[in-house]
């Protein structure tokens, strides 16, 4: 592990070797995103953690994180949970492809999340995760149309479905503050199908 004062970079980098040394390319210190292998998305892992500053320097009560490699959920929930032991960890997957609850495979609206199989970083590190929640691809494309229409956030439907699931996950435990959550995907490529005549 970086020392206490290298910053959430150095962190990220450090904690994405420790999940997987060989996705890290020591030339310019981040990795290879290999959809369906080993690899974590590193790079896009440190990125996150080094983007997520709370005011007065506050680390998440919990985390919520969709299932594409997995590498942005264990990574970043590994990395806030070094400095919050109690940090929840939770991870969504369309409830039309349950695939890391009960093994179903299905069609959903959600790209990005629930392939079809269960990642191998996921299924190295998974135990980490405290909750596997299932979002509807509805109830996903509804909130990504309401995050461009009040909040002119221009998001796709993974980003709806994680803000779902945050949404859920406090007003199920008031208690948890700060809940992070991460918008990784575009509406530019959904302009057609959910944002035309909606």
């Not at 093994?103 to 299924?123: K, Q, R, T, Y």
């Not at 995907?185 to 909606?198: M, P, R, S, V, W």
């Amino acid at each position: 592990m970086g020392p206490p004062d290298a910053g959430p970079v150095a962190l990220g980098i450090d904690k994405v070797r420790e999940l997987d040394p060989a996705v890290v390319d020591e030339r310019d210190g981040h990795g290879r995103a290999e959809r369906l292998g080993l690899a974590d998305r590193s790079r896009h892992v440190v990125d996150l953690v080094a983007a997520v500053k709370l005011p007065g320097g506050v680390v998440p009560d919990a985390v919520v994180g969709g299932v594409g490699t997995g590498g942005t959920i264990v990574g970043v929930g590994q990395c806030f949970r070094e400095r919050n032991p109690s940090c929840r960890i939770v991870a969504v997957e369309p409830s039309e492809s349950c695939t890391l609850m009960c093994g179903e495979v299905g069609v959903h609206l959600i790209e990005g999340i629930a392939d079809g199989f269960v990642p191998g970083i996921f299924a190295r590190h998974g135990h980490i995760v405290d909750e596997i929640v299932a979002v509807d691809s509805d109830a996903a494309i509804t909130e990504m149309r309401r995050l461009a229409r009040e909040f002119g956030l221009f998001a796709g439907p993974s980003s709806g479905a994680l803000l779902v699931a945050a949404r859920e996950l406090r007003a199920r435990d008031p208690g948890l503050r700060h809940v992070v959550t991460f918008f990784c995907d575009e509406g530019e490529k959904y302009i057609n199908d959910y944002f035309l005549g909606a």
